[in-house]
């Protein structure tokens, strides 16, 4: 397969474009925006190149580092 992907707005809002499966083209496309640090939203489509089965999403998520896990558990006391 292979990818792309642009940044902007600081690397705060990334354009993704996917394309493998290349006997059976899957082609892939989502934005994804950092609204604080770890926290973002997503959105886009899978199996664009096939009108048939070609779906949407959306969501969001939270990125959690090892640093921000070690900031946790100092916090927690057992």
Known sequence: GVGFDYYTMGKD????LEAFDFEDVN????VKYNIFKGIYVVAGG???ANSDL???FIGAGLFI???DLKM???RISF
């Open 65 to 67: 580092t090892n640093d």
């Open 54 to 56: 070609s779906t949407g």
């Open 13 to 16: 809002l990334r354009f993704s």
């Open 72 to 74: 946790l558990a100092t």
């Open 27 to 30: 082609l892939r496309a989502f």
């Open 46 to 48: 899978d199996e664009l």
